[in-house]
Nanobody, 115 residues
C-alpha cells in the first residue's frame, strides 16, 4: 500500500525559509521519480518541482526557480523541498506525488507566507 506523508509546513514571514519532507512507503522508492505540487485557494493544483529516481535530474516551475530545491534520500525513502526567499504567493497546500502504476498523493501540508 503506497503511502506518502508530508511534513514541515507552517507559517513563515516573506523572505523566510521552510523545508518540506515527504516520507514514502509501500513501493520501491529508489525506482520512481517524485514530485511536489501545490494548490492555492481558488486555483488549480500545479507542479512545483520534480526529481528523477536517482536524484540526478530535477525540474522546476518558473515561479520557483532559483528559490526552491528538490532533493531525495533514497536510503530514507524521503523527498524534500527546500523553499527559500518565500513570497506571499507561495502560500498553498503542498502535496507530494508518486506515480506507481496509479497516481498517489499525500495528505498535503499547509504553507502560509505572511507578515
Amino acid at each position: 500500500q503506497v503511502q506518502l506523508v508530508e511534513s514541515g509546513g507552517g507559517l513563515v514571514q516573506p523572505g523566510g525559509s521552510l523545508r518540506l519532507s515527504c516520507a514514502a512507503s509501500g513501493f520501491t522508492f529508489s525506482n520512481y521519480p517524485m514530485s511536489w505540487y501545490r494548490q492555492a485557494p481558488g486555483k488549480e493544483r500545479e507542479l512545483v518541482a520534480s526529481i528523477i529516481h536517482t536524484g540526478g535530474s530535477t525540474n522546476y516551475a518558473d515561479s520557483v526557480k532559483g528559490r526552491f530545491t528538490i532533493s531525495r534520500d533514497n536510503a530514507k525513502n524521503t523527498v524534500y523541498l527546500q523553499m527559500n526567499a518565500l513570497k506571499p504567493e507561495d502560500t498553498a497546500v503542498y502535496y507530494c506525488r508518486a506515480v506507481v502504476v496509479y497516481v498517489y498523493w499525500g495528505q498535503g501540508t499547509q504553507v502560509t507566507v505572511s507578515s
